[in-house]
Protein backbone atom coordinates (compact mmCIF):
# COMPACT_ATOMS: atom_id res chain seq x y z
CA UNK A 1 0.00 0.00 0.00
CA UNK A 2 1.10 3.62 -1.05
CA UNK A 3 1.78 5.45 1.98
CA UNK A 4 0.16 9.19 1.58
CA UNK A 5 0.82 12.21 4.11
CA UNK A 6 -0.41 15.70 4.02
CA UNK A 7 -0.51 18.65 4.97
CA UNK A 8 -3.33 20.68 5.47
CA UNK A 9 -2.95 24.32 6.86
CA UNK A 10 -5.75 26.62 7.64
CA UNK A 11 -4.97 29.94 5.49
CA UNK A 12 -5.91 32.23 8.00
CA UNK A 13 -2.28 33.88 8.83
CA UNK A 14 1.51 33.10 8.46
CA UNK A 15 2.74 30.08 8.10
CA UNK A 16 3.87 28.93 11.61
CA UNK A 17 7.50 27.48 12.59
CA UNK A 18 5.81 24.94 14.20
CA UNK A 19 3.44 24.51 11.41
CA UNK A 20 6.48 23.96 8.61
CA UNK A 21 7.88 21.47 11.12
CA UNK A 22 4.97 19.16 10.75
CA UNK A 23 4.87 19.85 6.78
CA UNK A 24 8.80 18.72 6.99
CA UNK A 25 8.08 15.63 9.44
CA UNK A 26 4.87 14.62 6.74
CA UNK A 27 6.89 15.07 3.52
CA UNK A 28 10.08 13.14 5.26
CA UNK A 29 7.88 10.54 6.07
CA UNK A 30 6.22 9.90 2.59
CA UNK A 31 9.78 10.40 1.31
CA UNK A 32 11.19 7.66 3.35
CA UNK A 33 8.30 4.94 2.49
CA UNK A 34 8.49 6.04 -1.01
CA UNK A 35 5.32 7.39 -0.83
CA UNK A 36 3.32 10.87 -1.69
CA UNK A 37 2.64 13.90 -0.27
CA UNK A 38 -0.33 16.15 -0.44
CA UNK A 39 -0.79 19.80 0.08
CA UNK A 40 -4.49 20.44 1.56
CA UNK A 41 -5.84 24.10 2.07
CA UNK A 42 -8.17 23.90 4.65
CA UNK A 43 -10.09 26.91 3.34
CA UNK A 44 -13.51 26.50 4.70
CA UNK A 45 -13.53 29.01 7.12
CA UNK A 46 -14.28 31.67 4.99
CA UNK A 47 -14.40 34.57 7.17
CA UNK A 48 -11.00 33.66 8.22
CA UNK A 49 -8.93 32.14 5.31
CA UNK A 50 -7.30 35.27 2.99
CA UNK A 51 -5.72 34.66 -0.41
CA UNK A 52 -2.79 36.17 1.10
CA UNK A 53 -2.55 33.41 3.75
CA UNK A 54 -2.66 31.00 0.86
CA UNK A 55 0.49 32.75 -1.21
CA UNK A 56 2.65 32.81 2.38
CA UNK A 57 1.48 28.81 2.64
CA UNK A 58 2.79 28.31 -1.08
CA UNK A 59 5.72 30.61 -0.88
CA UNK A 60 6.93 28.91 2.93
CA UNK A 61 6.58 25.33 1.00
CA UNK A 62 8.26 26.08 -1.83
CA UNK A 63 11.09 28.23 -0.21
CA UNK A 64 11.51 25.16 2.13
CA UNK A 65 11.26 22.83 -0.60
CA UNK A 66 8.97 20.72 0.42
CA UNK A 67 7.32 19.95 -2.68
CA UNK A 68 3.66 18.22 -2.63
CA UNK A 69 2.76 15.60 -5.25
CA UNK A 70 -0.17 15.95 -7.40
CA UNK A 71 -2.40 19.70 -7.19
CA UNK A 72 -2.92 21.23 -4.53
CA UNK A 73 -6.71 20.61 -2.99
CA UNK A 74 -8.71 22.84 -1.61
CA UNK A 75 -11.62 22.41 0.44
CA UNK A 76 -14.04 25.24 -0.33
CA UNK A 77 -13.54 23.35 -4.18
CA UNK A 78 -15.00 20.06 -2.83
CA UNK A 79 -18.89 21.34 -1.19
CA UNK A 80 -20.47 19.45 -3.46
CA UNK A 81 -18.87 15.99 -1.81
CA UNK A 82 -19.09 17.22 1.32
CA UNK A 83 -23.22 17.77 0.62
CA UNK A 84 -23.46 14.24 -1.07
CA UNK A 85 -21.91 12.21 1.93
CA UNK A 86 -23.65 14.56 4.72
CA UNK A 87 -26.58 13.06 2.63
CA UNK A 88 -25.96 9.55 2.73
CA UNK A 89 -25.39 9.88 6.38
CA UNK A 90 -29.01 11.65 6.70
CA UNK A 91 -30.32 8.73 4.91
CA UNK A 92 -28.20 5.91 6.52
CA UNK A 93 -29.79 7.73 10.07
CA UNK A 94 -25.92 8.23 10.60
CA UNK A 95 -26.58 12.39 11.06
CA UNK A 96 -29.78 13.94 12.02
CA UNK A 97 -30.99 17.33 12.17
CA UNK A 98 -30.71 19.25 15.39
CA UNK A 99 -33.08 22.31 15.68
CA UNK A 100 -31.75 23.60 19.08
CA UNK A 101 -31.67 27.41 19.31
CA UNK A 102 -28.40 28.99 21.02
CA UNK A 103 -30.48 30.10 23.90
CA UNK A 104 -31.35 26.40 24.48
CA UNK A 105 -27.86 25.25 24.05
CA UNK A 106 -26.75 28.38 26.54
CA UNK A 107 -29.28 27.35 29.18
CA UNK A 108 -28.26 23.26 28.95
CA UNK A 109 -24.91 24.54 29.41
CA UNK A 110 -25.52 26.73 32.42
CA UNK A 111 -27.54 24.06 33.97
CA UNK A 112 -25.14 21.18 33.26
CA UNK A 113 -22.40 23.23 35.12
CA UNK A 114 -24.05 24.14 37.91
CA UNK A 115 -24.16 20.04 38.45
CA UNK A 116 -21.13 19.85 38.25
CA UNK A 117 -21.22 18.20 34.68
CA UNK A 118 -19.05 18.31 31.61
CA UNK A 119 -20.83 20.80 29.36
CA UNK A 120 -22.06 18.43 26.38
CA UNK A 121 -25.13 18.17 23.84
CA UNK A 122 -27.47 16.12 24.99
CA UNK A 123 -29.16 14.31 22.46
CA UNK A 124 -32.45 16.07 22.74
CA UNK A 125 -32.68 15.88 18.72
CA UNK A 126 -31.23 12.68 18.08
CA UNK A 127 -33.80 10.00 16.71
CA UNK A 128 -33.84 6.61 18.79
CA UNK A 129 -36.26 3.96 17.85
CA UNK A 130 -39.47 4.28 20.32
CA UNK A 131 -38.55 7.77 21.01
CA UNK A 132 -40.99 10.77 20.41
CA UNK A 133 -38.88 13.94 18.94
CA UNK A 134 -40.04 17.28 19.51
CA UNK A 135 -41.87 19.24 16.63
CA UNK A 136 -39.34 21.35 14.23
CA UNK A 137 -39.70 24.39 15.30
CA UNK A 138 -40.67 26.78 11.65
CA UNK A 139 -37.96 29.88 12.89
CA UNK A 140 -34.94 27.56 13.47
CA UNK A 141 -32.61 26.94 10.04
CA UNK A 142 -31.05 23.17 12.05
CA UNK A 143 -27.71 22.36 12.03
CA UNK A 144 -26.49 18.75 11.27
CA UNK A 145 -25.14 16.29 13.89
CA UNK A 146 -23.62 13.04 13.82
CA UNK A 147 -25.08 10.36 15.38
CA UNK A 148 -21.66 9.22 18.08
CA UNK A 149 -21.94 6.10 19.23
CA UNK A 150 -23.02 5.91 23.01
CA UNK A 151 -20.93 3.41 24.57
CA UNK A 152 -17.82 1.99 24.09
CA UNK A 153 -14.49 3.19 23.48
CA UNK A 154 -12.46 4.66 20.80
CA UNK A 155 -8.49 3.66 20.83
CA UNK A 156 -5.85 4.24 18.58
CA UNK A 157 -2.30 3.51 19.08
CA UNK A 158 -0.86 6.94 18.42
CA UNK A 159 2.36 6.50 16.48
CA UNK A 160 3.78 9.40 18.50
CA UNK A 161 2.29 9.22 22.13
CA UNK A 162 1.27 5.95 22.21
CA UNK A 163 -1.74 4.41 23.08
CA UNK A 164 -4.86 6.66 23.65
CA UNK A 165 -8.08 5.72 24.16
CA UNK A 166 -11.91 7.53 24.86
CA UNK A 167 -14.81 6.36 26.14
CA UNK A 168 -17.77 7.56 23.93
CA UNK A 169 -19.54 8.60 26.92
CA UNK A 170 -17.70 11.63 26.55
CA UNK A 171 -17.80 12.62 23.64
CA UNK A 172 -21.37 14.37 22.04
CA UNK A 173 -23.18 14.10 18.99
CA UNK A 174 -21.26 16.34 17.08
CA UNK A 175 -22.05 19.21 14.56
CA UNK A 176 -21.24 18.10 10.70
CA UNK A 177 -23.19 21.61 9.09
CA UNK A 178 -24.13 24.55 10.24
CA UNK A 179 -27.67 25.95 9.84
CA UNK A 180 -26.18 27.36 6.91
CA UNK A 181 -25.35 24.07 5.33
CA UNK A 182 -21.50 24.49 5.41
CA UNK A 183 -19.66 21.43 6.91
CA UNK A 184 -17.71 21.88 9.75
CA UNK A 185 -14.11 21.11 10.28
CA UNK A 186 -14.61 17.54 11.80
CA UNK A 187 -16.11 16.72 9.04
CA UNK A 188 -13.94 17.93 5.99
CA UNK A 189 -10.94 16.63 7.43
CA UNK A 190 -12.44 13.44 7.87
CA UNK A 191 -13.97 13.59 4.06
CA UNK A 192 -10.69 14.50 2.40
CA UNK A 193 -8.70 12.00 4.47
CA UNK A 194 -10.91 9.68 3.12
CA UNK A 195 -10.91 10.19 -0.24
CA UNK A 196 -7.46 11.31 -0.68
CA UNK A 197 -6.46 7.77 0.91
CA UNK A 198 -4.07 9.09 3.66
CA UNK A 199 -2.78 6.73 5.24
CA UNK A 200 -0.85 8.57 8.03
CA UNK A 201 -2.13 11.99 9.62
CA UNK A 202 0.58 13.64 10.96
CA UNK A 203 -0.29 16.73 12.74
CA UNK A 204 0.21 18.92 15.63
CA UNK A 205 -1.32 17.29 18.97
CA UNK A 206 -3.71 20.37 19.07
CA UNK A 207 -5.90 18.16 17.18
CA UNK A 208 -5.62 14.88 19.53
CA UNK A 209 -9.35 16.05 20.79
CA UNK A 210 -10.94 15.72 17.37
CA UNK A 211 -8.97 12.31 16.91
CA UNK A 212 -12.42 9.64 18.52
CA UNK A 213 -14.35 12.19 16.40
CA UNK A 214 -13.25 11.67 13.54
CA UNK A 215 -12.22 8.20 13.77
CA UNK A 216 -15.77 7.54 15.04
CA UNK A 217 -17.07 9.10 11.49
CA UNK A 218 -14.72 7.05 9.60
CA UNK A 219 -16.11 4.48 11.08
CA UNK A 220 -19.80 5.31 9.99
CA UNK A 221 -18.49 5.48 6.70
CA UNK A 222 -16.90 2.70 6.60
CA UNK A 223 -13.95 4.57 5.59
CA UNK A 224 -10.60 2.80 6.52
CA UNK A 225 -8.64 4.76 9.78
CA UNK A 226 -5.27 5.61 8.93
CA UNK A 227 -2.16 6.13 11.64
CA UNK A 228 -2.05 8.82 13.54
CA UNK A 229 0.82 10.55 14.68
CA UNK A 230 0.41 14.00 16.89
CA UNK A 231 3.14 16.03 17.51
CA UNK A 232 3.87 17.89 20.41
CA UNK A 233 3.99 21.60 20.42
CA UNK A 234 7.26 23.43 20.20
CA UNK A 235 8.17 25.93 23.08
CA UNK A 236 10.49 28.92 23.17
CA UNK A 237 12.89 29.49 25.41
CA UNK A 238 10.74 30.28 28.23
CA UNK A 239 9.32 27.17 28.11
CA UNK A 240 5.98 28.87 26.86
CA UNK A 241 4.02 27.86 24.05
CA UNK A 242 5.96 29.48 21.02
CA UNK A 243 4.43 32.57 19.95
CA UNK A 244 4.57 35.70 18.40
CA UNK A 245 6.14 37.06 22.08
CA UNK A 246 8.97 35.11 20.90
CA UNK A 247 9.73 37.48 17.98
CA UNK A 248 9.45 36.15 14.69
CA UNK A 249 7.70 32.11 14.31
CA UNK A 250 6.90 32.55 10.53
CA UNK A 251 8.72 30.82 7.92
CA UNK A 252 9.15 33.85 5.98
CA UNK A 253 10.09 35.78 8.90
CA UNK A 254 13.14 33.92 8.78
CA UNK A 255 13.58 34.23 5.28
CA UNK A 256 13.37 37.64 5.85
CA UNK A 257 15.76 37.82 7.80
CA UNK A 258 18.47 35.93 5.97
CA UNK A 259 18.07 32.17 7.28
CA UNK A 260 18.87 29.65 4.90
CA UNK A 261 15.79 26.88 4.11
CA UNK A 262 18.70 24.77 4.58
CA UNK A 263 19.44 25.54 7.96
CA UNK A 264 15.82 25.99 8.81
CA UNK A 265 14.72 22.50 7.37
CA UNK A 266 17.84 20.61 9.17
CA UNK A 267 17.28 22.59 12.73
CA UNK A 268 13.35 21.55 12.14
CA UNK A 269 14.34 17.94 11.85
CA UNK A 270 16.10 17.86 15.11
CA UNK A 271 13.17 20.12 16.90
CA UNK A 272 11.44 16.65 18.30
CA UNK A 273 13.25 14.28 16.27
CA UNK A 274 16.46 12.79 16.51
CA UNK A 275 18.92 9.87 14.61
CA UNK A 276 21.79 9.16 17.61
CA UNK A 277 24.43 12.21 17.80
CA UNK A 278 23.71 13.71 13.94
CA UNK A 279 23.38 17.07 14.14
CA UNK A 280 23.54 17.95 10.79
CA UNK A 281 22.25 16.37 7.80
CA UNK A 282 21.31 16.71 4.83
CA UNK A 283 17.71 16.12 3.62
CA UNK A 284 18.21 13.40 1.73
CA UNK A 285 19.81 12.01 4.83
CA UNK A 286 17.24 13.10 6.43
CA UNK A 287 14.26 11.43 4.50
CA UNK A 288 16.43 7.95 4.96
CA UNK A 289 16.37 8.27 8.60
CA UNK A 290 13.40 9.55 9.53
CA UNK A 291 10.81 7.34 11.34
CA UNK A 292 8.20 8.30 14.01
CA UNK A 293 9.75 5.86 17.04
CA UNK A 294 12.19 8.55 17.24
CA UNK A 295 9.93 12.19 17.43
CA UNK A 296 9.96 12.85 21.50
CA UNK A 297 6.64 12.66 22.50
CA UNK A 298 7.52 15.57 24.76
CA UNK A 299 7.42 19.60 23.59
CA UNK A 300 10.54 20.70 22.20
CA UNK A 301 12.05 24.02 23.07
CA UNK A 302 13.62 26.56 20.31
CA UNK A 303 16.65 27.44 20.89
CA UNK A 304 18.00 30.81 18.58
CA UNK A 305 21.60 30.17 19.04
CA UNK A 306 21.66 26.64 17.79
CA UNK A 307 19.41 27.81 14.72
CA UNK A 308 22.39 30.73 14.30
CA UNK A 309 25.00 28.16 14.86
CA UNK A 310 23.77 25.85 11.94
CA UNK A 311 22.70 28.76 9.77
CA UNK A 312 26.68 30.05 9.54
CA UNK A 313 27.32 26.18 9.16
CA UNK A 314 25.56 26.39 6.14
CA UNK A 315 26.32 29.92 5.38
CA UNK A 316 30.00 28.53 5.84
CA UNK A 317 29.26 25.85 2.89
CA UNK A 318 27.95 27.97 0.29
CA UNK A 319 30.21 29.19 -2.39
CA UNK A 320 30.83 32.37 -2.59
CA UNK A 321 29.27 32.92 -6.28
CA UNK A 322 26.12 31.37 -4.92
CA UNK A 323 25.88 33.83 -1.69
CA UNK A 324 26.84 36.65 -3.83
CA UNK A 325 23.60 36.56 -5.38
CA UNK A 326 21.88 36.28 -2.65
CA UNK A 327 23.20 39.30 -0.77
CA UNK A 328 23.26 41.50 -4.17
CA UNK A 329 19.47 41.37 -3.37
CA UNK A 330 19.98 42.74 0.60
CA UNK A 331 22.55 45.30 0.19
CA UNK A 332 20.22 47.12 -2.55
CA UNK A 333 22.87 48.93 -4.27
CA UNK A 334 23.09 51.22 -6.98
CA UNK A 335 25.50 50.28 -9.17
CA UNK A 336 26.34 47.74 -12.17
CA UNK A 337 26.10 43.95 -10.61
CA UNK A 338 28.46 42.81 -12.97
CA UNK A 339 31.04 45.89 -11.67
CA UNK A 340 31.33 44.81 -8.18
CA UNK A 341 31.29 41.00 -8.83
CA UNK A 342 34.73 40.22 -8.11
CA UNK A 343 34.75 42.72 -5.15
CA UNK A 344 31.89 41.06 -3.66
CA UNK A 345 32.79 37.31 -3.78
CA UNK A 346 36.15 38.55 -2.16
CA UNK A 347 34.24 40.18 0.68
CA UNK A 348 31.47 37.45 1.38
CA UNK A 349 34.54 35.06 1.11
CA UNK A 350 36.36 37.25 3.82
CA UNK A 351 33.47 38.08 5.69
CA UNK A 352 31.31 34.40 5.67
CA UNK A 353 32.67 32.92 8.98
CA UNK A 354 31.55 35.58 10.85
CA UNK A 355 27.89 35.83 9.80
CA UNK A 356 25.19 33.71 11.02
CA UNK A 357 22.38 35.36 8.38
CA UNK A 358 22.71 36.68 5.07
CA UNK A 359 21.51 39.93 6.74
CA UNK A 360 24.12 39.81 9.27
CA UNK A 361 26.84 38.69 6.05
CA UNK A 362 25.40 41.99 3.93
CA UNK A 363 25.73 44.32 7.72
CA UNK A 364 28.99 43.36 7.74
CA UNK A 365 30.21 43.87 4.10
CA UNK A 366 28.12 47.15 3.16
CA UNK A 367 31.25 49.54 4.22
CA UNK A 368 32.98 47.53 0.94
CA UNK A 369 30.35 49.67 -1.37
CA UNK A 370 29.20 52.39 0.98
CA UNK A 371 31.69 54.58 3.15
CA UNK A 372 30.48 54.48 6.80
CA UNK A 373 30.31 57.48 9.00
CA UNK A 374 32.52 57.51 11.88
CA UNK A 375 30.61 57.38 15.76
CA UNK A 376 32.49 59.92 17.94
CA UNK A 377 33.62 57.11 19.80
CA UNK A 378 35.68 55.88 17.61
CA UNK A 379 36.96 58.77 16.26
CA UNK A 380 37.94 60.01 19.83
CA UNK A 381 39.40 56.59 21.07
CA UNK A 382 41.42 55.53 17.89
CA UNK A 383 41.90 58.65 15.62
CA UNK A 384 44.25 60.98 17.61
CA UNK A 385 46.79 63.20 16.04
CA UNK A 386 49.45 60.92 16.89
CA UNK A 387 47.97 58.03 15.14
CA UNK A 388 47.25 59.36 12.38
CA UNK A 389 50.01 61.05 11.89
CA UNK A 390 51.47 57.65 11.46
CA UNK A 391 48.73 56.49 9.25
CA UNK A 392 49.76 59.57 6.99
CA UNK A 393 53.08 58.30 6.97
CA UNK A 394 52.02 54.72 6.11
CA UNK A 395 49.86 56.21 3.34
CA UNK A 396 52.93 57.87 1.43
CA UNK A 397 54.09 54.12 1.23
CA UNK A 398 50.62 53.41 -0.87
CA UNK A 399 52.11 54.41 -4.59
CA UNK A 400 54.66 52.07 -4.57
CA UNK A 401 53.39 48.68 -2.91
CA UNK A 402 51.97 45.89 -4.80
CA UNK A 403 48.09 46.10 -4.21
CA UNK A 404 48.13 41.85 -3.09
CA UNK A 405 47.28 40.94 0.46
CA UNK A 406 50.09 39.27 1.71
CA UNK A 407 52.31 42.13 -0.07
CA UNK A 408 49.88 44.98 2.28
CA UNK A 409 50.22 42.64 5.15
CA UNK A 410 54.14 42.64 4.77
CA UNK A 411 54.33 45.97 4.61
CA UNK A 412 52.08 47.01 7.40
CA UNK A 413 54.76 44.59 9.92
CA UNK A 414 57.67 45.96 8.29
CA UNK A 415 56.54 50.01 8.99
CA UNK A 416 55.90 48.72 12.40
CA UNK A 417 59.28 47.29 12.71
CA UNK A 418 60.77 50.14 11.31
CA UNK A 419 58.83 53.13 13.25
CA UNK A 420 58.82 50.78 16.69
CA UNK A 421 55.11 50.70 17.13
CA UNK A 422 52.60 48.44 17.93
CA UNK A 423 50.73 46.68 15.27
CA UNK A 424 46.92 47.95 16.15
CA UNK A 425 48.83 51.09 16.73
CA UNK A 426 48.39 51.36 13.04
CA UNK A 427 45.67 48.53 12.54
CA UNK A 428 42.81 50.15 14.58
CA UNK A 429 42.61 53.90 13.09
CA UNK A 430 42.87 52.08 9.54
CA UNK A 431 40.19 49.73 10.63
CA UNK A 432 38.15 52.86 11.94
CA UNK A 433 38.48 54.55 9.32
CA UNK A 434 37.98 51.83 6.53
CA UNK A 435 35.26 50.14 7.97
CA UNK A 436 33.42 52.59 10.14
CA UNK A 437 34.11 49.43 13.12
CA UNK A 438 36.83 48.77 15.08
CA UNK A 439 36.22 44.48 14.71
CA UNK A 440 36.93 43.21 11.67
CA UNK A 441 38.72 40.42 9.96
CA UNK A 442 42.79 40.98 8.24
CA UNK A 443 42.91 44.63 7.81
CA UNK A 444 45.31 43.93 4.95
CA UNK A 445 42.61 41.69 3.01
CA UNK A 446 39.94 44.50 3.35
CA UNK A 447 42.57 47.04 2.26
CA UNK A 448 43.29 44.53 -0.88
CA UNK A 449 39.61 44.16 -1.64
CA UNK A 450 38.82 47.61 -1.47
CA UNK A 451 41.03 48.76 -4.16
CA UNK A 452 44.10 51.02 -3.83
CA UNK A 453 42.34 54.00 -4.88
CA UNK A 454 39.10 53.66 -2.47
CA UNK A 455 41.43 52.85 0.11
CA UNK A 456 43.88 56.14 -0.68
CA UNK A 457 39.83 57.93 -0.58
CA UNK A 458 38.93 56.91 2.71
CA UNK A 459 42.13 58.05 4.14
CA UNK A 460 43.07 61.31 2.92
CA UNK A 461 40.35 62.81 4.65
CA UNK A 462 41.85 62.51 8.01
CA UNK A 463 45.53 62.68 7.46
CA UNK A 464 47.03 65.99 6.06
CA UNK A 465 49.35 64.94 3.36
N1 LIG B 1 -6.32 22.68 9.29
C1 LIG B 1 -5.80 22.28 10.55
C2 LIG B 1 -4.87 23.32 11.10
O1 LIG B 1 -4.41 24.17 10.39
C3 LIG B 1 -5.04 20.97 10.48
C4 LIG B 1 -5.92 19.82 10.33
C5 LIG B 1 -5.26 18.48 10.33
O2 LIG B 1 -4.04 18.39 10.14
O3 LIG B 1 -5.98 17.52 10.49
O4 LIG B 1 -4.56 23.32 12.24
Redesign the pocket.
Known amino acids: MTVIT?????P?GDLHIG?AR?ALYAWAYAKNKKGKFILRI?DTDRERSTPEAIEIIKDGMSWLGLQHDGPIYYQTARSARYKEVIQQLLVADKAYYCYCSKQELDLLRESQMQQGLKPKYDGRWRPENGKELPTPPNDIEPVIRFKNPLNGNVTWVDKVKGSISINNEELDDFIIARSDGTPT?NFC?VID?WDMQITD????D??IN?TPR?INLLKALDAPIPNYAHLSMILGSDGQKLSKRHGSVSVLDYKRRGYLPEAINNYLARLGWSHGDDEIFSMEQFCQWFDLQHVTSSSAQFNDEKLDWLNNHYLRGMSDEVLATYVIKQLVLNVDEAKIKEKLQRAISLYKERANTLVDLSNQIIFFFEEQKLSDELVQKYLDDERLQLIGKFYALFDKLDWEDEKINAAIKNFVAENAVKFPQIAMPLRVILTGTDHTPSIASIMWILGRDETKLRIQKYINK
Open positions: RFAPSTGTEYVDVIRGDHNQ
